[in-house]
């Protein structure tokens, strides 16, 4: 028995075999080889496992993110398939007499070269796609492992995780994350908390772990590889308590949430998906507090179009019916990067350019979003917010921007709601100091507390040196959302919070006295916050 000590970022205890996730720095030898026969049937063998992974893939897209967005898999399994790139690889086997991963990898970066320097728009994009189906063959051919492989739910172990990995994962196939790197506020601790996985950071990983039975203790940051049955027996015995208690929190479905004062609260989900709607519902959410429109943009290989986002935002607004959803426009940047955005390296990308200064500075795919939203407003009760907002200008031109699109829409004959509610997140001091001022051309706020902590304390939030200070308690991140709260009330503005901290049932009792009006948690967490608000005094 083997037992390691992290940090606990996500709750609970889980139970199973490891996954290690190793992502493989696709080094290739150039490795001479004798037998070409055999050699070949290698290749042949991870063609067609590549093939399989991406039928897969293509069937998981097309049920999460829709056709348009999971053509792309049909696209990479026609390439794999093309004559041209397949006598190449022959050719390096049979008369070079070289390995096939030298084969695949040379031929690789020979297709993606040609594409790239093609002037055509459509063959210059494919230069990733044959480097991205090229990479699969080697990983395959080099023994990797992939996450389409999973085929029974595992404890997923690896160095490092990025959102635009976390949201290729089967969700069902997953009991808990062990990192080596991260923090507490990273997106990979964001997305254990909203899928209620138990999740440690900060451990020393071995691949040797890979296949082996550990238990996960989320509540002390304790990883344990080949439990002995004596710890087994008292970890069963902790999964069993929590179970307990999610059975006594169920009791609260369809109950108000309203203090023992009478404070009432709006108690709303943050999701990241369509599918992360069932999810809402059943944990009974009055609304949608944050549907964080960049997982749209994270799970495409392209600019997803006006029609695809309109579909995702008009599902997730039938879903929930006349309930409130609020759409935050997309906010990447700093650790959310999409290649096809091309954004450029930054020295200190959670200061640069990320989330609405993307958009005002590309009009064309913030007006793209914006239209999608509101033919989607049609068909729901949908509002509206943008994130990163610093000054009143800001609101300003997206007001303009809202404005020039529902002329469009008026003109092409398009239906929308006329009244969506218009807010923005407050999740830097600059927008906290002014709020009173912004408050009165918005209907409302919402508190983003993880980046508000990040730049009221000077605390990068990715940076796992710096855990030991980033305190969300810290009493500047509370009086700046204390006067937030006053400050939207006097400009004529509800305010929510939607980061981290609306989830923290210590402060569930100082928020109510703030004033707040609407807490927005992670599905996971709406019973125990409605818990937390019916026995506050």
Known sequence: MLQVKGKGIGKGVAIGRIFFYDKGDQQV?????????????RFEEAKAKAQEQLGRL????????????????????????????LDSIKDIINNEKLCAEYAVATTGENFAEMFANMEDDYFKARSADVKDISERVVRILSGASEISDLTEPVILVAEDLAPSETVQFDKSKLLAFVTHLGSANSHTAILARMMNLPAV??????????????????YTGTVTIEPDDE?????????????????????????????????????????GGVKDTGAAL?????????FRSEFLYLESEDFPSEDTQFEAYKTVAQNMGDKQVVIRTLDLGADKQVDYFDLGHEDNPAMGYRAIRICLDRPEIFRTQLRAIFRASAYGNLAIMFPMI???????????YIEE????????????????????????????????????????????????????????????KLENINDSHHPAVLELIRMTIENGHKGGAWVGICGELAADTSLTKTFLDFGVDELSVSPSFILPVRDAVINAE
């Open 29 to 41: 030898n150039r490795t001479s080889i004798s037998d070409t026969a055999a050699e070949l049937a």
């Open 58 to 85: 293509y069937e998981k897209a097309l049920e999460d993110v829709g056709e348009e967005n999971a053509a792309i898999f049909e696209v990479h399994q026609m390439m794999l398939d093309d004559d041209d790139y």
């Open 201 to 218: 950071i900060g451990i020393d990983i071995d691949p040797a772990w890979n296949g082996k039975q550990a238990i996960v203790d989320g």
């Open 231 to 271: 710890l087994m027996k008292e970890m069963l015995a902790v999964k069993q308590k929590d179970e307990e208690r999610r059975n006594l929190l169920q009791q609260l479905k369809g109950k108000p949430t309203i203090s023992k004062s009478g404070k009432k609260i709006r108690l709303y989900a943050n999701i």
């Open 282 to 290: 059943d944990n009974d959410a009055e609304g949608v507090g944050l």
């Open 390 to 400: 610093i000054s009143l200008d800001e609101v300003l031109q997206c007001k303009k």
């Open 405 to 464: 699109v529902k002329e469009e829409l008026k003109a092409e004959g398009i239906p929308y709601k006329d009244d969506v509610e218009i807010g923005i997140m407050i999740e830097t001091p600059a927008a906290a100091v002014i709020s009173e001022t912004l408050a009165k051309e918005v209907d409302f706020f919402s508190i983003g507390t993880n980046d508000l902590t990040q730049y009221t304390l000077a605390i990068d939030r990715q940076n796992a």
